[in-house]
């Protein structure tokens, strides 16, 4: 059973699915995601993730209810399905929760993407220890962080890595990425990130095509979320001649001048890809919020790239210090040659040394499987088709792996 509750952990499930599949062709999986897990699993979800998706604290409250209720649906089909092993990928307000439930039962916890403890609520750790049998890192300085709190992860490799450079290697020529999105103007092209959630979306998007209108030499295209319309796009906009792509953000990136990118997965996926970027993340408060927000905070850097390397390798405009001309000023020299520019491509090649080259996905799927007995796939003797050869099904403890150095 797998739990992925947005967009990128959609992505990252359906990868480890596929990862399994080669492992057991006959695995049974049950899951709360989206269509890339449901390709991969070969039946619809349980509970789509569009029916999951919250942000920020007033959202959670207002949406408290259908929370709950999306929460005693996964109880009620662990108790019924009662799988080998529950995967928990990101999404750390439900998950850890579902962890605790799975912990009662006896189901093992597999834990794929850390929540992000070493920045905030620290003491969920002691969730973690206490109910997640085995945590996969996908970030390699918290192998270090969780040593620090005596509990053993393994880093397998992060899964933007191998994503990225499989869309690498799958992108049109320019001239025809231009042509099926109907990009007819020949101007270098800004890109806008402005997230996955409806509610970043509100916040940053307004402030990025402003701060973009500052370069009349450039236009500026938005690439858009899987599961988020068009409609609501031009309706957060306001801007008659907005032009959006859908499942094309990393050509966009890899033909765009410069991104604006809201801080999450996007920032290191535009890293790996190469383009230089500003990351923002405006939300609803002021000042008084951004104190709070220090407070809590325990890194000194919000973005991937910058926390990766330890370094600040691209400007972090957040909360009230992100404004159309905060972005415009630090936008300005990474559209054109410049030492910053430069600046920024150095922090990515160091950034891609960091995080290696292990193909995530399959990393997790074989420890996962070993950790049940399950071996790879294999022929039978007394018959030319692929067979799953099974050491031991009977349910287990897993011991944890060793750290990885």
Same mark, same amino acid.
């Given at each position: 059973?797998?739990? %992925?509750?947005?967009?990128?952990?959609?992505?990252? %499930?359906?990868?480890?699915?596929? !990862?399994?599949?080669?492992?057991?062709?006959?695995?049974?999986?049950?899951?709360?995601?989206?269509?890339?897990?449901?390709?991969?699993?070969?039946?619809? &979800?349980?509970?789509?993730?569009?029916?999951?998706?919250?942000?920020?604290? !007033?959202?959670?409250?207002?949406?408290?209810?259908?929370?709950?209720?999306?929460?005693?649906?996964?109880?009620?089909?662990?108790?019924?399905?009662?799988?080998?092993?529950?995967?928990?990928?990101?999404?750390?307000?439900?998950?850890?929760?579902?962890?605790?439930?799975?912990?009662? #039962?006896?189901? &093992?916890?597999?834990?794929?993407?850390? $929540?992000?403890?070493? %920045?905030?609520?620290?003491?969920?750790?002691?969730?973690?220890?206490?109910?997640?049998?085995?945590? @996969?890192?996908?970030?390699?300085?918290?192998?270090?962080?969780?040593?620090?709190?005596? =509990?053993?992860?393994?880093?397998?490799?992060?899964?933007?890595?191998?994503?990225?450079?499989?869309?690498?290697?799958?992108? $049109?020529?320019?001239?025809?990425?231009? *042509?099926?999105?109907? #990009?007819?103007?020949?101007?270098?092209?800004?890109?806008?990130? &402005?997230? !996955?959630?409806?509610?970043?979306?509100?916040?940053?998007? $307004?402030?990025?095509?402003?701060?973009?209108? /500052?370069? $009349? *030499?450039?236009? @500026?295209?938005?690439?858009?979320?899987?599961?988020?319309?068009?409609?609501?796009?031009?309706?957060?906009?306001?801007?008659?001649?907005?032009?959006?792509?859908?499942?094309?953000?990393?050509?966009?990136?890899?033909?765009?001048?410069?991104?604006?990118?809201?801080?999450?997965?996007?920032?290191?996926?535009?890293?790996?890809?190469?383009?230089?970027?500003?990351?923002?993340?405006?939300?609803?408060?002021?000042?008084?919020? @951004?104190?709070?927000?220090?407070?809590?905070?325990?890194?000194? =850097?919000?973005?991937?790239?910058?926390?990766?390397?330890?370094? !600040?390798?691209?400007?972090?405009?957040?909360?009230?210090?992100?404004?159309?001309?905060?972005?415009?000023?630090?936008?300005?020299?990474?559209?054109?040659?410049?030492? /910053?520019?430069?600046?920024?491509?150095?922090?990515?090649?160091?950034?891609?040394?960091?995080?290696?080259?292990?193909?995530?996905? *399959?990393?997790?799927?074989?420890?996962?499987?070993?950790?049940?007995?399950?071996?790879?796939?294999?022929?039978?003797?007394?018959? %030319?088709?692929?067979?799953?050869?099974?050491?031991?099904?009977?349910?287990?403890?897993?011991?944890? *792996?060793?750290?990885?150095?």
């Amino acid at each position: 059973m797998i739990i %992925a509750g947005e967009a990128s952990g959609d992505l990252h %499930a359906a990868n480890v699915i596929k !990862s399994l599949r080669k492992i057991d062709a006959s695995a049974d999986i049950r899951f709360f995601g989206g269509d890339l897990m449901a390709k991969e699993a070969g039946r619809d &979800p349980d509970l789509h993730y569009d029916q999951m998706n919250v942000m920020g604290f !007033s959202e959670v409250l207002r949406k408290l209810p259908v929370i709950l209720r999306n929460l005693r649906q996964a109880k009620a089909l662990l108790r019924e399905f009662r799988p080998d092993a529950l995967i928990l990928v990101d999404y750390p307000g439900f998950n850890l929760k579902l962890a605790k439930f799975a912990h009662k #039962l006896h189901v &093992p916890v597999h834990y794929f993407i850390s $929540p992000k403890v070493w %920045a905030w609520k620290e003491w969920r750790v002691k969730k973690i220890k206490k109910y997640v049998d085995r945590l @996969y890192s996908i970030l390699p300085f918290e192998v270090g962080f969780y040593k620090k709190h005596h =509990y053993d992860v393994t880093y397998v490799g992060n899964p933007s890595v191998q994503e990225i450079a499989y869309s690498l290697g799958h992108i $049109p020529p320019k001239k025809h990425f231009m *042509e099926r999105q109907g #990009l007819d103007d020949p101007r270098p092209i800004i890109a806008l990130l &402005p997230g !996955s959630r409806r509610g970043e979306i509100r916040n940053n998007l $307004p402030l990025m095509i402003a701060a973009a209108k /500052r370069f $009349p *030499e450039f236009q @500026y295209v938005v690439g858009a979320a899987p599961a988020v319309g068009e409609k609501f796009y031009r309706e957060v906009a306001q801007d008659p001649g907005l032009k959006v792509t859908f499942g094309s953000t990393h050509t966009l990136l890899k033909y765009s001048q410069a991104a604006v990118v809201t801080s999450g997965t996007a920032t290191l996926e535009t890293a790996l890809i190469g383009t230089p970027q500003v990351v923002v993340y405006r939300a609803n408060g002021v000042k008084l919020s @951004y104190r709070i927000m220090e407070k809590l905070l325990k890194v000194k =850097y919000v973005s991937l790239p910058n926390l990766i390397v330890g370094n !600040s390798v691209v400007p972090e405009l957040l909360v009230h210090n992100c404004t159309v001309e905060s972005i415009t000023r630090e936008l300005s020299p990474i559209l054109q040659p410049s030492p /910053r520019r430069e600046w920024q491509i150095a922090g990515y090649r160091t950034m891609q040394r960091k995080l290696g080259n292990s193909v995530a996905s *399959e990393y997790v799927a074989e420890l996962i499987a070993d950790s049940l007995g399950v071996s790879e796939r294999v022929p039978a003797e007394d018959d %030319a088709k692929p067979q799953t050869h099974k050491r031991n099904r009977r349910r287990k403890q897993p011991r944890r *792996e060793e750290s990885a150095s």
